[in-house]
Nanobody, 124 residues
């Protein structure tokens, strides 16, 4: 079973940056497409970004395009989310997810492994 652990969240001012990491405790990590999802307080979980197994294909939600970048380092069994130009509405828990397929997916239902989440707070 794939186990995912997110890190890198914290408190940042509007316009600032954070880099989230998601480490997988499984050497088969490189076979899985990965995704990041965001859940604001009192809101539904929403898609943020996804990357295919090799890192060559990515997709982003409209609200993060031009600000966030997803990447992966398969040698480290880790996926990253670089977040720039953060806004207060970006506040919430960010979840890393994996799916047992190589193709990227924007759908929550497309993922079968989830991390515990890491809190991001954007506030002055």
């Amino acid at each position: 079973q794939v186990q995912l652990v997110e890190s890198g969240g914290g408190l940042v001012q509007p316009g600032g940056s954070l880099r989230l990491s998601c480490a997988a405790s499984d050497s088969t990590f490189s076979n899985y497409a990965m995704g990041w999802f965001h859940q604001a307080p009192g809101k539904e979980r929403e898609f943020v970004a996804t990357v295919n197994w090799s890192g060559g294909t990515t997709y982003y939600a409209d609200f993060v395009k031009g600000r966030f970048t997803i990447s992966r380092d398969n040698a480290l069994n880790t996926v990253f989310l670089q977040m720039n130009g953060l806004k207060p509405e970006d506040t919430g828990v960010y979840y890393c997810a994996a799916r047992s397929a190589s193709r990227a997916s924007t759908l929550i239902s497309g993922y079968n492994y989830w991390g515990q989440g890491t809190q991001v707070t954007v506030s002055s």
